[in-house]
């Protein structure tokens, strides 16, 4: 037996104990039984264990590289440095399927430990709809994905991590990710096991929030990194391309979003039952949707994973399983949970709660449509299309200014009535709004009105947010991410109308103009690196004030597998980025350069690292209040 | 476990049955969407032929647009190659498309992909035009149609549309062979 084996044992006893408790929750609803739920206990925390088994030997064989190992093998090779070797394991397929099964067991047991408190009933229920999912990942995985192929001859080398991977922001996003899309997992089985026991009320949203924070935050981190890969490895000088596989990590934030607002409207006034549930749901149903999309090989996009039909159909029933589940057991139980029959009035924060979650669906159904449609297209009618930037900023800048309008208000209204009175601050708001945004717009010298609204709607978002902070009992995780939401979407909009790029091909020696800038091509440097060789362009950049910036940009050839990256070279100060790639052209002397100005780059990452401490200060905060 | 009976009202049957059928219509679709092979071989099963879609494409160093099949009926061979400008193994196969010239049967057609119109123009003068006929698809959705998933990839095909050979990727030597095998010369 070889340690691979072991792995895979592993695994099978951890799905042994998966339908161990299955069983003795589904007993212990039955009968009551106390002794039963220590059972539980030891039979969660041992099928967790298995998985980490599972999960360190494959660590292991990554670290001594054992390419009998089939998964090592086909992503790994002796020269790749440590750290690479650890993300290798999650840097395919099989192994980013174990490290899903180890969110997952971890979460299940870390809920059961952590819900002692609430109602027998629907904590079982949870963990009854948490194992569905649970078996179907393992049986996923032990059918379709082993992780512990073997080999035989074993081979002296292995095949190597594809180079654009091997990036620490990409190394770290996908376990950021999972935990942010296996929590939602969770919120799917509370959910329907509140349903089911009818334990829709405040209470349940109070400790359903939690989950739905830490979700969000880690969804949130998860997206910033892959967008920081894509700025910095791919070399296209964009965050955001509205590629497939960026659509379907933001679908299930922007449902998140709706859920979190939602919930607490659930939490303070008792009411939108039924919404809070379709939420949970639908954010769960759109995780695993985007999971099957991304690794059916379904989708053509630059960053596809795999293409064996075989395990798409097999995530594809398992979806429509969980769907026609869900859907049942919300049918039937739905008049369980009676709504309550209260007005809402209309200047309140029940109506901005339900504005947020109206626009929410709409960009979730914009994002979902451009995403899925030319699938459907292609299976219907064979027609082709390729959905783009146009597309969604056409449908969804308009919306945006609406948005920002309202949501510069939403949060200043109190639950059940809201009283406007006439106060001067008002006069003020909107006075220095207006002067901000004439001087945003000049030094800008924009004449679209449409991003001059656009400006003026977020600067009033960013000072009303900003006010918010003064007040006495606010939500300060709020405030933050609602802050750091504001400058996020004004540094995009900046970082958009803003933008330059030179395109030129030139010899070493040579200098071209740029705005005020004088760009000077120095030499060529040449370099051997542990698995990669490579050529380095020296570049100078002086501006008016004679101020001189080196900038290096790369073209790595690596050796395993041999491909050739372009690394750009980015210069980042605290107004804008110096972004520029060079290109081998065939006769050698001359190099292909793009130079690139990128004003407020940095304040696209800073501003959504506000969003996420905002939402860890939130997580935190309501711990305190537990207690 | 008490359930009754009661919530099976008829506006819940409609509703469930609705959604029933939207789910069944969406699996059915994305099963199928799996099933499907997106990129065609020339490798062709059971004597399949397949054909080149016909498509309108403007045209690069003018104005107008022209059909595919328009100009693939000009020659016996037509070699259609997708390029762009910031494709680098478009660089190396530029070469490869030159040695074609002088196959008197074949007829090279450019089709520029998601490029600027400067950018593409600039390549062809840095590196020599080695196509006949330049033309453009500036968002990318025609060569989706055409069944090319990237760049560089080139196809052979008659007078009739009919592919008689797909390259993924840029051109070799062997390829070089190959073609030159087909159109006889």
Request: aromatic share 16%; hydrophobic share 50%; glycine share 4%.
């Amino acid at each position: 037996m070889t340690i691979s084996d072991f792995g895979y044992l592993s695994l099978l006893f951890g799905l042994i104990s998966s339908f161990i408790v299955f069983f003795f929750s589904v007993l212990n609803i039955k009968k009551d039984l106390f002794n039963l739920e220590k059972k539980i206990y030891k039979f969660l925390t041992l099928q967790f264990f298995f998985v980490i088994i599972s999960f360190f030997i494959l660590l292991y064989s990554f670290l001594i590289s054992d390419f009998s190992n089939e998964t090592v093998y086909s992503n790994s090779h002796t020269t790749k440095p440590i750290f690479y070797k650890i993300s290798g394991l999650w840097g395919n397929h099989e192994g980013s399927l174990l490290l899903w099964l180890l969110v997952l067991t971890s979460f299940i047991l870390f809920f059961f430990f952590s819900s002692k408190n609430e109602p027998k009933n629907f904590r079982h229920y949870t963990v009854i709809f948490h194992q569905i999912i649970v078996i179907g990942f393992f049986i996923f995985v032990l059918k379709t994905s082993n992780p512990f192929d073997i080999l035989f001859p074993i081979p002296s080398e292995g095949l190597g991590l594809n180079p654009i991977l091997q990036d620490p922001a990409l190394a770290i996003h996908p376990p950021i990710l999972y935990v942010g899309y296996v929590g939602t997992s969770i919120i799917f089985a509370s959910a329907l096991a509140a349903m089911v026991t009818g334990y829709v009320n405040n209470l349940w949203a109070k400790n359903l929030k939690k989950w739905v924070l830490i979700s969000w935050t880690f969804l949130t981190g998860g997206i910033l990194l892959g967008s920081i890969w894509a700025y910095y490895e791919l070399g296209w000088g964009g965050f955001w391309f509205w590629d497939p596989v960026e659509n379907i990590s933001l679908m299930p934030w922007l449902s998140l979003t709706a859920l979190l607002h939602c919930i607490s409207t659930l939490e303070k006034r008792d009411l939108l039952k039924n919404w809070s549930i379709i939420l949970s749901i639908v954010t769960f149903m759109l995780s695993v949707t985007g999971t099957f999309l991304v690794r059916s090989g379904i989708l053509n996009s630059v960053h596809t994973f795999a293409n064996d039909p075989s395990r798409g159909i097999y995530i594809l029933i398992f979806l429509f399983v969980i769907i026609f589940i869900s859907l049942v057991i919300f049918f039937i139980f739905e008049s369980k949970n009676i709504e309550n029959k209260k007005e809402i009035f209309f200047l309140s924060k029940e109506t901005s709660v339900l504005i947020n979650n109206w626009f929410m669906i709409y960009f979730l159904s914009v994002v979902l449509i451009g995403t899925i449609y030319p699938i459907f297209l292609d299976v219907i009618t064979s027609e082709k299309i390729s959905v783009g930037p146009p597309f969604y900023n056409k449908l969804l800048i308009p919306f945006l200014v609406p948005f920002f309008l309202f949501m510069s208000v939403g949060p200043s209204m109190n639950w059940i009535k809201t009283n406007i009175t006439y106060k001067r601050s008002y006069v003020f708001y909107f006075l220095f709004t207006t002067g901000a945004t004439i001087i945003t717009v000049y030094f800008l010298s924009q004449k679209n009105l449409l991003i001059i609204i656009l400006i003026f709607s977020l600067v009033l978002l960013s000072i009303k947010t900003s006010a918010n902070f003064l007040k006495k009992n606010t939500n300060h995780g709020q405030n933050l991410s609602h802050l750091g939401f504001a400058m996020l979407m004004l540094s995009i909009l900046f970082n958009s109308v803003s933008s330059t790029e030179i395109i030129k091909n030139i010899k070493v020696g040579d200098s071209f103009i740029s705005k005020n800038e004088k760009i000077t091509f120095k030499k060529v440097k040449t370099e051997e690196k542990k698995n990669y060789s490579s050529v380095i362009g020296v570049f100078e950049i002086k501006n008016d004030n004679d101020r001189i910036i080196k900038l290096n940009p790369e073209i790595r050839v690596y050796n395993q597998p041999v491909i050739a990256t372009s690394e750009a070279a980015i210069k980042t100060t605290l107004f804008k980025d110096r972004f520029m790639t060079i290109n081998l052209i065939k006769d050698e002397q001359l190099f292909n350069v793009r130079y690139q100005n990128k004003p407020f780059m940095i304040w696209i990452w800073i501003s959504t690292m506000i969003i996420i401490i905002g939402g860890t200060f939130a997580i935190f905060n309501k711990k305190k209040n537990f207690n | 476990m008490e359930v009754h009976l009661q919530f099976l009202t008829k506006k819940k049957i409609l509703i469930s049955f609705a959604l029933l059928a939207f789910l069944i219509f969406c699996f059915v679709t994305l099963n199928k969407a799996l099933n499907e092979n997106k990129i065609y071989s020339p490798i062709f099963k059971n004597e399949q032929v397949i054909y080149l879609p016909d498509l309108n494409l403007p045209k690069l160093f003018s104005s107008d647009e022209i059909l595919l099949g328009e100009v693939a009926k000009y020659k016996e061979f037509s070699l259609v190659n997708i390029w762009a400008s910031w494709c680098v193994p478009c660089r190396d196969e530029n070469d490869f498309l030159k040695s074609l010239e002088n196959i008197s049967s074949l007829q090279t057609i450019g089709i520029n992909y998601k490029d600027k119109k400067k950018n593409s123009i600039k390549f062809l003068n840095d590196y020599g035009n080695p196509f006949k006929y330049n033309l453009v698809d500036y968002d990318g959705t025609a060569s989706i149609k055409l069944g090319a998933y990237g760049v560089p990839e080139t196809f052979l095909i008659n007078k009739n549309r009919k592919i008689l050979l797909k390259i993924i990727g840029p051109i070799n030597n062997d390829h070089i062979k190959r073609i030159r095998e087909i159109t006889n010369d």
